[in-house]
């Protein structure tokens, strides 16, 4: 009985945690189409969840992949995947919060190894795997994609000349939601997959399942449900960041930003390199910022960003050891203790977010002072006569 | 370095990034120049909306050979 609740609590914690990933990660594939009017915001959002429900059951290949190769496979057991999970969820709503894009995969990670080390120390953690999958990879993956969509944004605005033809821009929103779709695809096939690996490690650790099995059906069909749930409600604090606040984008941007941060993830995919959505799509709309001539990007902001990237995996790993503390021995009671006060602690930090709701009515509101900076840099001159 | 990443696979992703990335571009802002045009020029639309057509289906072909690609693998 013990055993069957501390399970129920763990997939149930595996599906919050999907469920964060998915509308943390509407930026990813959504932000610059909303940003230049694309799409509305809602039918944005409702497109992105549909491509990342049939993602995530296009292939399994990804499955698995997370966990293994970072941490011994035979020390995972159920309160590890808890506290691991739990530490993932609390970053993704800090960072949802701050309106700030984070990689949930490596909040994923993070939460893993600092369970992994507080139950059964650091030898169980392969440090060479963590450079390999994790570190080199965030920090060549957003340089690529931004190097690909500078170069392709300097390609598109010599040939196809917007500036002077603004009629142009039509034709650049068709195919930046053709590219957006591509991006909400391969998340479904990475992200959602990622979940899906850890909780089949989990039910493998629990006996449920054979050794190297597959995510049986109802795990597949659970987890993409959570992640499209949660991509269709949207995380429009990061929506509006990546959308606006980085640079002010264009349509034929929005174009290039996306068809580069497309083509990198699938490429990566291909070549067998587990790099992160966010990372890309960031890297892919700081390109478009700098392949535009006399655009302005807010390096501010995407300080803030590369902040928030170096320090997600340690953060949620030292929250993951935190919360595995209690719960390391097994004990289903502390368990449940720790889950409820979790669901205490983000509700909480939901209510307090609403405060300054963003929603898919505002999102496309930049707040003033935003505003005011990025027009007092692309219009100098007229802002000076003006006053 | 190599130790940690497989530079082979990186120059790969970066090669066929850059060159399926400006590619598509190219072609997808030829696309645009040439639609724009017949829509100032009438004159010469069918001309330019068949270069228009061309060129989007190039990239239409394009992206279902790499989506076949990952997916298949």
Known sequence: ?387 | MSQYVDLAALRNVLVVSLVAGLGITLLFAVAVRALVTADEHPGSAIRQRLLAAGCLLIVGAAVIAGLWAVLAK
């Open chain 1, 1 to 387: 009985m013990h055993d069957a609740l501390l399970l129920f609590i763990v997939v149930t914690t595996a599906l919050v945690f999907d469920f964060t990933n998915g509308f943390h990660d509407t930026a990813n594939a959504m932000a610059t189409s909303i940003a230049t009017g694309a799409l509305k915001p809602k039918p944005a959002v409702a497109m992105s969840a549909v491509l990342n429900l049939l993602g995530a059951f296009l292939s399994i290949k990804v499955a698995a992949t997370i966990a293994s190769g970072i941490v011994s496979a035979d020390v995972i057991t159920l309160p590890v995947v808890f506290a691991g999970l739990l530490g993932a969820i609390v970053w993704n709503v800090a960072t949802w919060a701050l309106g700030l894009p984070s990689s949930s995969s490596h909040a994923l990670i993070g939460g893993v190894i600092g369970a992994t080390v507080v139950a059964s120390g650091t030898s169980a953690v392969h440090g060479h795997s963590i450079v390999a999958k994790v570190v080199v990879p965030a920090v060549l993956s957003p340089i690529i994609a931004g190097l690909v969509a500078a170069l392709a944004t300097r390609l598109a605005y010599r040939i196809a000349r917007p500036q002077e033809r603004p009629v142009s821009h039509r034709y650049f929103r068709f195919g930046q939601l053709a590219a957006a779709g591509l991006v909400s695809l391969a998340h479904g096939t990475n992200d959602a997959q990622k979940t899906m690996g850890v909780i089949t490690l989990a039910l493998i650790a629990d006996d449920q399942l054979p050794a190297h099995a597959d995510p049986p059906v109802w795990v597949i069909i659970a987890y993409a449900l959570a992640i499209a749930a949660g991509t269709y409600l949207g995380g429009w604090r990061v929506i509006r960041t990546l959308g606006h606040r980085l640079t002010h984008i264009e349509p034929p941007q929005g174009f290039t930003a996306q068809t580069s941060a497309a083509i990198v993830l699938l490429t990566a995919t291909q070549g067998g390199l587990p790099l992160s959505t966010t990372h890309i799509t960031s890297g892919a709309v700081l390109g478009s910022g700098v392949g535009k001539r006399a655009a302005s990007i807010r390096w501010g902001v995407a300080g803030s960003m590369v902040v928030a990237w170096v320090l997600t995996l340690p953060a949620a790993a030292l929250m993951a050891a935190l919360i595995g503390l209690p719960v390391r021995h097994g004990s289903t009671a502390g368990v449940v203790l720790v889950a409820l006060l979790a669901a205490l602690v983000l509700f909480l930090a939901w209510r307090v977010a609403r405060r300054h709701a963003v929603n898919a009515h505002n999102v496309n509101d930049i707040p003033e002072p935003a505003d005011r900076a990025i027009r007092d840099q692309e219009f100098p001159i007229l802002e000076e006569k003006a006053s």
